[in-house]
């Protein structure tokens, strides 16, 4: 793998999938997981195969349609879990198995009552035993953010020499900052012996809100794997977001890091997963919220109207969006009002605009809104007919 790309492993059908009341059947599982290949992602987290039937079910068939991506089923350091995930993944032409265990103290003491000594040998128990259905294995130490980096490198070397190919370094509880998440990664790749022979990966999350700078943290600091999901969705306060890392890697070329997603995608990608899910996506969503390329301010709106890159760092285009919304308010100037009326078929005169623009006023006042139906309502009022002439 080239040494400035990073792969996209996405876990919206797993991770993504555990927000409550956004539960997909197979066939809507299929038709998201198709548009994952189409989208370009390198990993597809399909499922908890032994979670239950229906998630064997749904791996099972996913693993028979992709075509590009490699297909992923989570387990628990548990034999059974990989034995039922090396069956639901044996249509993948690239299966992997994602296996592992908690290494913070918190974890090993509350959760398995035990000691480092005993986790370590049981992540590398499971590791060795996914080796035996998979050549691709990828081992996640949950709860790694809050883990010490010494008893962490310590398990990440072991699991390597195991066989592991990816490392997960799961930000469990968006706990990290960027900084404290960065340094972590940069440690890892600095004591690790062997780490060459792995992907380190961020698997962030944003309870804190945190989870996007988390993952390109990681990245800069040597991770070239960002699990992530569509719409940031996930348990709690969600998941990195997919198409947030992904424009700004774009965004940032002196990072030099980049990935194989075809961004133009995105916009329609991120509406069939809401679609799908039940889960709307809020207007000011950063990359695909309905607001992320809206101008209601008239200072916003007169800069963007003479350069979209007053305001606008993307180009809609670049993420499936058709142009940028120009939407009017009473907070709108009459550079707005003049573009918004000449694309409806009214070219104005400076002294029609200034006569329009008061009654514009008016309307506005009244309404959170000005649309085009009123805007035909405003010229009737104001006695000025389609394709006049400035």
């Known amino acids: 793998m080239s040494d400035n790309k990073v792969q996209i492993f996405d876990t919206t059908l797993r991770d993504g999938e555990q927000v409550p009341g956004c539960k997909l059947d197979t066939e809507q599982k299929l038709v998201i997981a198709r548009r994952l290949d189409d989208l370009g992602v390198d990993v597809i987290e399909a499922g908890f195969p032994i979670s239950s039937p229906g998630d064997f079910k749904s791996v099972e068939e996913i693993s028979k349609i992709v075509k590009n991506a490699t297909v992923c089923g989570l387990t628990r350091s548990v034999k059974k879990d990989i034995e039922v995930a090396a069956e639901a993944l044996k249509y993948a032409i690239r299966p992997r198995i994602h296996t592992g265990i908690g290494t913070s103290d918190s974890h090993i003491k509350f959760k398995f009552k035990s000691t480092r000594e005993d986790i370590l040998e049981r992540a590398v128990q499971a590791v060795a035993y996914a080796k035996t259905f998979v050549e691709d294995v990828e081992f996640y130490a949950e709860d790694a953010g809050r883990t010490d980096n010494e008893y962490l490198a310590r398990v990440c070397e072991a699991v390597i020499k195991a066989g592991a190919t990816v490392l997960n370094i799961p930000d469990t509880t968006g706990y990290c900052l960027p900084e404290e998440y960065g340094a972590k990664m940069k440690y890892l790749k600095e004591n690790v012996k062997g780490i060459d022979k792995a992907i380190l990966s961020c698997h962030c999350h944003n309870d804190l809100g945190l989870a996007t700078a988390n993952s390109i943290a990681g990245v800069i600091n040597g991770a070239r ?166």
């Open 225 to 390: 794997q960002i699990e992530c999901t569509i719409n940031g969705i996930g348990e709690r306060a969600g998941n990195t977001s997919l198409e947030e890392v992904v424009m700004i890697l774009r965004q940032h070329p002196h990072l030099n890091l980049d990935t194989n997603i075809n961004s133009k995608l995105l916009f329609d990608t991120s509406k069939m997963v809401s679609d799908k899910m039940g889960m709307p996506v809020q207007p000011n969503k950063a990359i695909v919220g309905s607001n992320a390329f809206a101008h209601s301010s008239g200072i916003h709106q007169d800069g963007v109207i003479k350069n979209r890159e007053t305001y606008e760092i993307i180009d809609p285009a670049e993420v499936g969006v058709t142009e940028s919304a120009i939407v009017l308010t009473a907070r709108s100037g009459r550079a707005a009002l003049a573009y918004r009326a000449k694309n409806v078929g009214y070219e104005l005169t400076k002294k029609q605009l200034d006569v329009v623009y008061e009654e514009f006023l008016n309307f506005a006042d009244r309404k959170k809104e000005i649309v085009d139906e009123d805007i035909h309502e405003i010229m009737k009022i104001t006695k000025i007919e389609a394709g006049a002439v400035a």
